[in-house]
């Protein structure tokens, strides 16, 4: 315990410096169970050839393979890495020694998730994605039983567990997630249109509409509500790792990152965010690296899927880059950050780590 306590101390004094920021916005992103293996150096070689996971080898090749990392990374999330690689910073590359963990010990989706947005790993009672409302206490919640913050707090989700993990009923907080409809007496044209076509079109998946109906909701509410704190949970690259699906993963990641692309620009020709708002973007859990078929599924019994990663970018960041220094970060670190960024009071019980300051 003291050596961790040491590693997260060296990290705040030598990455950030904490500083609650005035009249800012906080944009916090999740995508499901996307590989910090994809993320940093692209399609993996052992998967994009492989015919057991991908329909079409040289299709996939053709739109995501190239000779070294540095450029499959770039043709997958061209966003990621040639505009945030300019005015953010990249956590998680462990080629290079950065390490983001996740503290829990479930390793899969609500546990991951519950962690994010309240700060605190609960192994105790958070150990299924059953639909059981969160006993704990997340941030979104926090902000929202503020003067300040109440009813300037929005949720979307691919994933239809997200009411319950972020307590829609107790915090107030609204959630469309899963496959609800946008709702309201005021939708506009874009809202109308999508709670049109979300019924009439067929998700691969049970419990998880596409992304881009939940990308549209968020942000169509961002440009009518103009919430000061937004939670935007994408699911796609989960479910087709899952499947089995490489190339629709691969594709998947690459349609989040347009898609990520499109709040930032956003929220950069809006008023009431350009300048002010604070991006922070993660994922749930890790996947499988070896056997090559592990990376179908994570949790506690699959090597490494703990292993996670973590981008910043926006008001208060410092410009990094991609970080190649030796550091720890957990993703328990977040949810502090966040209050913090909304000069917000951090409870050290409910939430005992240290939040990422945001400039050196």
Known sequence: MRRFTFIRACFVLTFFNVNAQEDTKVVLISLDGLRWQ????????????????????TDLKSDFWR?????????????????LVQIGQLHGNRNKGSKVNLTNSMWFSYPGYNEILTG?????RITSNDKMNNPNKTVLEIANNTDNYKGKVAAFGSWDVFPFIINEDRSGVPVNAGFE?????????????????????PSPWGSVRLDAFTHYYALEHMKKEHPNLVYVAYGETDDFAHDGEYDAYLKSANATDAMIQELWHYTQSDSFYKDKTLFII??????????????????NKVKNAGDVWMVCFGKGVKPLGEITTSEQVYTNQIAPTVLKALSLPVDKQM???EALPLSK
């Open 38 to 57: 994809e993320l940093f150096t692209g399609a993996d070689s052992k998967l994009v050839a492989h015919k057991d996971f991908v329909h079409d080898t």
């Open 67 to 83: 000779e070294t990392p540095e450029e499959r990374r770039k043709v997958l999330m061209p966003f990621f890495w040639s505009e």
């Open 120 to 124: 605190k790993a609960d192994d105790k």
């Open 181 to 201: 409809l946008a709702k309201g007496e005021d939708l506009s044209e874009k809202e109308v249109l999508l709670n049109d076509m979300q019924p009439k079109t």
């Open 282 to 299: 993660t994922t749930d859990h890790g996947r499988g690296t070896d056997p090559i078929a592990s990376w179908k599924d994570h949790g």
């Open 351 to 353: 939430m005992p780590a």
